[in-house]
């Protein structure tokens, strides 16, 4: 079986496209920022509220492992939805699969809103929450992947991590609309995290609602997407009779340094995402006592919505320098400064130099937290471009969404939990070797990857290893 089949009509270019590119840039922003904002209403109450309802105890610093330990079920389900979603968006298609894995985080989030509590059914609260998280874990799985091709399988030549970048911002935006919700109810409803009223308005009822909001905004994103067509690499790539009947079994047998490469050059990104996205929100508000700084929970938020905006902003910094300079020498330069930042972490946030409780510097915290946002930025922004990269085309949405997903297990699933214990048992200044010991093992992979700037996604020059079958 030959590879192009010179009787069907191949489009010229990649701009051969009859959706808008406007539509394209919502289709993949919208998309990825309902499905952060829902990852992210989970992860702001898995420090402030899932303690208190559904992990009863009386050790406080039990019940925030535990509660983390359920927020880490999903980076489990992660790389099992990329290999669902992958395997249908190699043989189906791109769009299809993008709806259903926003239905399928979509409603998963709702169901959340709608649960009992421990006091009300008991260890089935936990168990079903876990459940009900593993789902989220199987639609992002899918998600990212799928945005991240949308975009760069229609950019214009030359201009393919500024087109990347677009997910990329949705991680920002979705953050900073489920933090700013739970913000708001804080306010409206009273609600003290020093000191939480558990008969109150916001641990009875108020916590509900982010999760509950989630069903008008993935109609939304359902609408948006249904207006889109395929792909016209993908489209191509299944002309020329390029598809595989296995994407998962062809990925590993063919492109298994690539997913080893692409699962380490995420590595420091998840890492330090999740520290500054989860875990400083618990040493935040954290007790005092247990060494902590027990700063309020509302103080802290506004801080971390300041900081994100720098998160925002550099998001297209980096697709642009990425473009510029190329993907392999602007990371390296951008890990090496995240693993120079992880050593500045006691000279900032240890007790003793931060304060604690009122006396604490809030200008020092928000100056460390604007450095990693947006450092988070930079190093974020790429990710969607270099990944998708790395992959022939009829195996690209498996290949990328497998990388980006293990890597969640190896730097976002465990970087909240390993950090609150490093602080218990050794102090916060731990947290940050951690972080930098991350970015050594991304440079590491980065050394032993080619530049993929110029490469063309609708190319044959690594197509004939991955012996094509023709669909039937």
């Known amino acids: 079986m030959t590879r192009h089949d010179p009787a069907v009509e191949q489009p010229k270019n990649l701009d051969e496209h009859h959706v808008p590119r406007s539509r394209i840039i919502v289709a993949s922003l919208v998309g ?66 993008l709806l259903g894995s926003l239905l399928t985080m979509g409603i998963a989030t709702v169901l959340i809103g709608l649960l009992p509590t421990y006091a009300q059914i008991g260890l089935w609260a936990p168990a079903m929450l876990a459940i009900m998280r593993f789902c989220q874990g199987l639609g992002l799985g899918g998600e990212w ?129 999740y520290l500054f996205t989860t875990w400083i929100l618990s040493y935040a508000i954290g007790a005092v006592e247990n060494g902590m700084l027990g700063i309020g929970y509302r103080d802290f938020l506004v801080l971390q919505l300041a900081a994100i905006l720098f998160f925002a902003a550099f998001v297209p910094v980096s697709g642009r320098l990425a473009d510029k300079v190329g993907r392999k020498p602007f990371l390296i330069v951008v890990t090496t400064l995240i693993l120079l930042f992880g050593l500045t972490f006691n000279m900032f946030l240890s007790p003793a130099v931060m304060g604690t409780g009122q006396d604490a510097n809030m200008g020092l915290l928000l100056l460390f937290l604007v450095i990693g946002m947006t450092l988070m930025g930079l190093t974020f922004g790429v990710q969607s471009a270099i990944l998708p990269e790395l992959f022939p085309t009829n195996v690209r949405y498996t290949g990328s969404a497998i990388a980006y997903n293990f890597s969640s297990i190896l730097g976002a699933a465990v970087a909240p939990f390993i950090a609150a214990w490093l602080v218990q048992s050794y102090g916060v200044g731990w947290v940050g070797v951690y972080l930098g010991a991350m970015a050594v093992l991304t440079l590491v992979a980065l050394f032993t990857t080619k530049e993929t700037r110029d490469k063309d996604l609708d190319g044959l020059d690594d197509a004939p290893a991955l012996e094509p079958t023709t669909a039937r």
């Open 32 to 97: 990825t920022s309902i499905e952060f904002y829902d990852f992210y209403v989970y992860a702001t109450a898995a420090i402030s509220v899932f303690p208190l309802l559904f992990f009863p105890t009386s050790d406080a610093g039990g019940a925030l492992l535990a509660s983390l330990a359920t927020f880490g079920v999903a980076f489990v389900a992660r790389p099992i939805g990329s290999v669902v979603f992958g395997h249908f968006g190699d043989r189906t298609g791109r769009k299809a699969t």
């Open 145 to 273: 992947s799928g945005a991240a091709l949308l975009a760069t399988e229609t950019a214009e030549k030359g201009k393919r991590a500024r087109a990347a970048m677009w997910p990329q911002l949705g991680a920002p935006i979705g953050f900073f609309f489920a933090n700013g919700f739970f913000l708001l109810l804080t306010i409206w409803m009273g609600h003290d995290s020093t000191n939480p009223a558990h008969d109150g308005a916001f641990l009875t009822w108020g916590w509900r609602l982010p999760f509950l909001a989630s069903a008008v905004i993935v109609v939304l994103g359902m609408y948006v997407r249904l207006k889109l067509e395929e792909t016209p690499v993908f489209a191509r790539s299944v002309a020329r009779g390029e598809k595989v009947k296995t994407p998962l079994a062809t990925v590993f047998r063919t492109s298994w340094r690539q997913l080893l490469q692409g699962t380490f050059i995420m590595l420091a990104t998840y890492t330090l995402f």
